[in-house]
């Protein structure tokens, strides 16, 4: 067996998932093995697909988690349409995952998980290591489930603590067929357990036997490691990042920019819950963090730290947003800054609270009661998270009104290597608070961007109230005049539409600016469009990839841009969304590339489409 | 939209603002609005800080009122509006005013974790056991048989008795008045102004419009001393125009009994004595209702506790203790590299 006899272009990238139980540590696995890989300097992108039961039984398939992780020495933009190596720590892995393992492909199995119980338990009819389901593919059959126990005995840690090493094994095993350092993984593990616990001792030695097993093994010939110099990265300094990172210090420096202290509001949800835990950390910047009583609760908190001076911002996922609906309405028609970030999953209802979609595109433009426009952004990966979090508090504490800030549950977990930003290169824009007595009212407007005052309780001479009733253009007062209502709606949607002109335009991310076809994406579509149409150009196809940052309003120039085009195929990962507002906006005849499989767009998937819009072979 | 400068000392009139006040004639808000300008004079509070936040309902009008900040929000939020506001700015003194379906109804969720977390606000509940301004439908704390618009046979679900609420989410200042009685409404707003935490008020309202008389077993004039306990910290839990009838504790049943001193060998030390801080003695009094028991007012319960935000506040300086944080520092902790 033989590792490297795959073709000689696969090595430019190769895409690895790990599988296994949900309690077999695969994130960590795959994670660490992230980090390593950055550290080499190749290119990478991860994708953790993880089940929504914390420990589901084991065995079963509805239980397997898997990590994927797509590395290079060229720019790698998605995790990878199929794997070229699958680990399967026990058979209900592969069972979910060698049927999308590129033909050829190498799987790791641990042949110790394979007991027929297991096997049957998996769903397979008859051990699929005999019966030829797996011929198409290479298989390395090891007893990493005996190797790990072996390791584990002189630590005296029990037999579940040493089956639990197994995942630090298979990282050693890994780390050697790429040639990588292991030094983060061993910092890792000393710094989780400490130095002198046994079970991080038995782990430590696990991940040394896998790494030692590669080296053993290559001498005999079963095994051999793979190079992949470093990609030319554009010069800086450079970490992993996931989007809920990314996007949760993209919240504190727009405070920062903003010169605002800032409070986030939110209650627990999948796949929202790591910006609530990441900002709870980062007090000493001027973050306060609430975990309330529900979205309600706290959607309004913020918007009651915001109606106090500071940046309210709250952060959820599509049931959760749902419920956020009135108090952003009370946030429009207050006129408060706002940003409610919303880690879009798949639904409806709970849907599938792990897994990725992006259907909450109405939800964010037009879902509210009443007209209530609001400006949408949406990131398009982990790094680009910073850029457009700081983009939606200045689009909120510049034209007082909530902002919808999307992400979604692919980018949150997934990492990419990022050029760590400075942020002596953000323009600050700091807030300023009414403090002339002379004249005010409420809603005095800057004639420019018709944002209302922002003047604050505690301010002497400024006291007034504002409310969810219709207010006087004039003095802010109540109203329920009818030229009023209609005086204050215009206003309201003048001000958002206004927002156009504070945007760049919309430009290309590959190809001309006129042409047969542009593929138009937003969000985290990004990685497969770009590439999808690079190769497509690459093969003399006239494709254009644009990516809309700004949803609401669009771009100024966005509708002249399509209407280059002879066609505008929209590729999204719901049933139609963002086609609609295009086709409503600019009545163009635009089609759609729609997938709602809870996974990722695929290169491939975008190749195709492509290929049957412009009737090429 | 006038704009108020403040004079050196407020009377009751710089706490009004200059908005037509569209309660019905006759409403029991007018006098409670009354009341408050008053006690916030008295009390010396300062205009600008001093913010009113509401829910909706005709006791949600509240704010428009006041010559304070305000923020009339949405039916049943305020005290979560009000919680984000008291976290960033806890210098700030932050009232809450709602209605017995604003607070219980739709906003009961967001009342139990104000008043569990114990963070500083100020919530006046005005319970008119009626839905004021949707047109007189019952309400949570309607009592059973209640005739309404959405029960034209009368309600047949049980309410819910405000004070035992509050106690039973530990609230840990529950007290209760009555809209007309200025004096006493005073006392009870300065000491939930006064006390550090989540304070609760629940204020008998007269709605003489959806619900006109629901409390004058107690409320009108004859029946008032006969009918009304006001309790103080201390003293014994006596009431009537004489003073003889009072509360007492059966053993053995745990209930409370109303007796009169001299009759039955009653005697006065078999009355028992308000303690604000006992807790147990609170919850039985707080479910006392008329016509079995005088209504219970004044401050049933005060025992003070660390306050939320006061505690976030500490946590917040001690992360802070270090300086100020580096966003520059902060991302390039951990594993980093550099491409050259
Ligand atoms: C989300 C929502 N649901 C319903 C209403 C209608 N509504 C307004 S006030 C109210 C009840 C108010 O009763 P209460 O809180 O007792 O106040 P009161 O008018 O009696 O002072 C209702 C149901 C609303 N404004 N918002
Ligand atoms: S309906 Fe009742 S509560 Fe509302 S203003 Fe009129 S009297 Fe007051
Ligand atoms: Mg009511």
Redesign the pocket.
């Known amino acids: 067996m033989n590792v490297q006899n795959v073709p000689k272009s696969e090595l430019e990238a190769v895409v690895v998932r790990f599988a296994g139980d949900s309690g077999d540590g695969v994130q960590l696995l795959g994670s660490q093995f992230a980090q390593e890989t950055a550290l080499a300097g190749n290119s990478l992108a991860t994708f953790p697909d993880f089940p929504a039961e914390i420990r589901a039984p084991t065995g079963t398939t509805y239980g397997v988690s898997a990590f994927q992780i797509n590395f290079g020495s060229r720019v790698v933009k998605t995790a990878g349409d199929q794997p070229d190596v699958l680990v399967a720590l026990n058979p209900a892995a592969l069972m979910v995952n060698y049927k999308g393992l590129r033909k050829g492909g190498l799987i790791i199995l641990d042949s110790g998980a394979f007991k027929d119980k297991d096997i049957k338990r998996a769903g397979f009819a008859v051990d699929p290591r005999t019966d030829g389901t797996l011929k198409e593919f290479r298989v390395l059959e090891l007893d990493i489930s005996a190797q790990a126990l072996e390791v584990a005995k002189p630590f005296g840690v029990s037999q579940k603590e040493a089956l639990r090493t197994k995942n630090l094994w298979v990282l050693g095993l890994v780390s050697w067929m790429y040639d990588r350092e292991l030094n983060s993984t061993n910092e890792y593990v000393a710094r989780k357990f400490g130095a002198d616990d046994p079970i991080g001792q038995a782990n430590l030695a696990a991940l040394k036997a896998g790494h030692a097993y590669g080296e053993t093994h290559e001498i005999s010939g079963d095994i051999s490691p793979v190079q992949m110099p470093s990609v030319k990265f554009e010069p800086g300094t450079y970490r992993l990042v996931s989007g809920a990172e990314a996007l949760a210090w993209g919240l504190a420096a727009g405070a920062q920019l903003a010169n605002l202290e800032a409070l986030l509001a939110s209650y627990p949800i999948t796949p929202s819950s790591p910006i609530l835990h990441i900002l709870a950390r980062l007090k000493q910047f001027g973050i306060t963090t609430f975990q309330a009583e529900d979205e309600i609760a706290a959607c309004c908190a913020a918007l009651g730290a915001s109606y106090a001076g500071k940046l309210g911002i709250t952060a959820s996922s599509g049931p959760g947003i749902a419920l956020k609906t009135?108090a952003i309405g009370l946030g429009i028609g207050t006129e408060l800054p706002l940003v409610v970030v919303n880690t879009q999953r798949a639904g409806p209802s709970t849907g599938l609270p792990t897994k990725t979609e992006q259907s909450d595109l109405f939800l964010s433009v037009w879902g509210r009661n009443a007209d209530a426009p609001i400006p949408v952004v949406a990131s398009r990966s982990p790094g680009d998270c910073f850029e457009v979090a700081i983009e939606a508090v200045r689009l909120a504490v510049k034209y007082m009104t909530p902002v919808m800030l999307l992400s979604d549950g692919y980018i949150a977990n997934a990492a990419e290597p990022w050029r760590i930003p400075s942020m002596k290169d953000f323009k600050p824009f700091p807030v300023e608070f009414h403090k002339n007595t002379e004249g005010f009212h409420p809603f005095l407007r800057d004639p420019k961007t018709l944002a209302r005052v922002w003047a604050v309780p505690g301010t002497p001479g400024l006291m007034h109230r504002i409310g969810g009733i219709e207010r006087d253009y004039n003095s802010g007062n109540i109203s329920y005049e009818a030229a009023n209502h209609q005086k204050m709606t215009d206003t309201r949607a003048a001000k958002i539409n206004n927002i156009a002109n504070d945007i760049p335009e919309q430009g290309v991310e590959a190809g001309e600016l006129k042409g047969k076809l542009a593929v138009v994406g937003w969000g985290s579509t990004f990685g497969p469009i770009n590439r999808a149409v690079s190769n497509m150009r690459a093969k003399g196809l006239d494709v254009s990839h644009i990516h809309i940052r700004h949803i609401w309003p669009l771009p100024r120039n966005l509708g002249d841009l399509l209407k280059n085009f002879d066609k505008v195929l929209v590729a999204e990962m719901n049933n139609g969304q963002m086609l609609t507002l295009l086709k409503s906006q600019y009545l163009i005849d635009a089609k759609g590339l729609l997938k709602v499989s809870g996974q990722p767009l695929k290169i491939d998937e975008v190749e195709s489409a492509i290929r049957s819009q412009l009737g090429a072979p | 939209m006038n704009v108020n400068v403040e004079p050196a000392k407020l009377t009751p009139k710089d706490f009004a603002s200059d908005q037509e006040v569209r309660w019905c004639p006759g409403c029991g808000?007018y006098a409670i609005l009354k009341a408050m300008h008053k006690s916030l004079a008295d009390m010396g509070a300062k205009l600008e800080n001093t913010v009113f936040v509401s829910?909706?309902?005709?006791?949600?009008r509240f704010p428009y009122y006041m010559a304070t900040y305000g923020f009339h929000t949405?039916?049943?939020r305020a005290p979560a509006i009000a919680s984000g506001l008291k976290l960033a700015r806890p210098e700030l003194d932050v009232w809450v005013v709602?209605?017995?379906?604003?607070?219980l109804?739709?906003g009961g969720n967001h009342l139990f974790h104000a008043l569990r977390r114990n963070i500083d606000l100020n919530i006046l509940l005005?319970?008119?056991e009626?839905?004021?301004?949707?047109k007189g439908?019952y309400?949570p704390t309607s009592r059973i048989g209640q005739k309404s618009p959405s029960t034209p046979m009368g309600s047949v679900d049980s309410p819910a008795e405000a004070c035992t609420f509050a106690l039973g989410c530990n609230a840990r200042f529950v007290a209760r008045g009555i809209d007309v009685q200025a004096k006493e409404l005073g006392v009870l707003f300065s000491r939930a102004r006064e006390h550090k935490g989540a304070s609760f008020v629940e204020i008998i309202?007269n709605?003489i419009v959806y619900n006109d008389g629901a409390f004058s077993n107690f409320t009108e004039k004859d029946v008032a001393a006969e009918m009304q306990l006001h309790v103080k910290h201390g003293e014994p839990l006596l009431y009537g125009k004489d003073k003889n009838k009072g509360l007492r504790l059966n053993p053995k049943t745990l209930k409370i009994e109303a007796v009169v001193v001299g009759e039955n060998g009653v005697t006065a030390g078999d009355i028992l004595v308000h303690d604000e801080k006992n807790r147990v003695l609170a919850g039985l009094l707080a479910g006392l209702r008329p016509p079995q028991f005088p209504e219970i007012l004044g401050v049933i319960y005060c025992d003070p506790a660390p306050s939320y935000e006061a505690q976030v506040a500490a946590q917040n300086a001690q992360a802070r203790a270090k300086g100020p944080g580096d966003l520059d520092k902060l991302m390039r902790a951990g594993n980093t590299w550099s491409v050259t």
């Open positions: 009135e | 808000d829910g909706i309902g005709c006791s949600s949405i039916h049943g709602t209605g017995d379906g604003d607070a109804s739709i005005f319970n008119n009626i839905y004021g301004l949707t439908q309400s309202q709605c």
